[in-house]
């Protein structure tokens, strides 16, 4: 990708080519990210708008500073946090509607679905409650798979930070899940 990031007077259609080959390499997974957090459509719109926005942004990038997945999933990740307060309703939503559904005393539902129901509320809910920086950790790890390294340009804060900020993070998931596990029981 080195190559893709010489900038001379090649002019106009070379960097068509170098975002072409951009596009090429990072929009399926980046589109598979954002999927898993927001939708498929809302993604397809998000990774139209990163590619928009490092269009507008590629003089001012300098791929010494920093690699250019990290860079893309850094303005993917601003622009869901546009998003954000409509992703932390749907969380809540869920985690009302789990609370809310009605069992009767001799529920024919099978026991997976009633578990299943049970962590997808505990989940909702644990996710709704995290930080906005401790969610983007999680779900920039778990997710879409990027290394601290690359979390830490996504993020702008530096890997060590977002080394322990996972840890904690997964820390707190674990308590309150094994918390709600266990007074569901």
Do not use: C
């Not at 269009?55 to 791929?63: A, H, Q």
């Not at 893309?72 to 969380?91: D, F, K, M, V």
């Not at 559904?101 to 578990?115: G, K, L, N, Y």
């Amino acid at each position: 990708m080195t190559s893709l990031m010489a900038r001379g007077a090649e002019g106009e259609a070379d960097l068509k080519d170098v975002f072409a080959r951009l596009f090429d390499e990072h929009a399926r997974p980046l589109r598979g990210y954002l999927a898993g957090r927001v939708g498929a459509d809302t993604a397809d719109d998000l990774v139209a708008e990163t590619f928009l926005v490092a269009l507008r942004r590629w003089p001012s990038f300098d791929p010494a500073q920093a690699p250019v997945r990290g860079w893309l999933y850094g303005i993917a990740t601003n622009l869901l946090r546009n998003h954000l307060r409509q992703e932390i309703r749907g969380y809540r939503a869920t985690a009302r509607a789990a609370a809310a559904s009605e069992q009767e005393p001799h529920d024919t539902r099978a026991a997976e679905r009633v578990d299943a129901e049970n962590a997808t509320r505990s989940l909702a809910a644990a996710l709704a409650a995290l930080g906005r920086q401790e969610r983007d950790v999680l779900l920039l790890t778990s997710w879409a798979g990027l290394t601290p390294a690359e979390v830490a340009v996504a993020t702008g804060v530096p890997a060590s930070t977002v080394r322990s900020q996972l840890h904690r993070v997964r820390e707190k998931l674990r308590a309150t899940l094994a918390a709600n596990d266990g007074s569901a029981r």
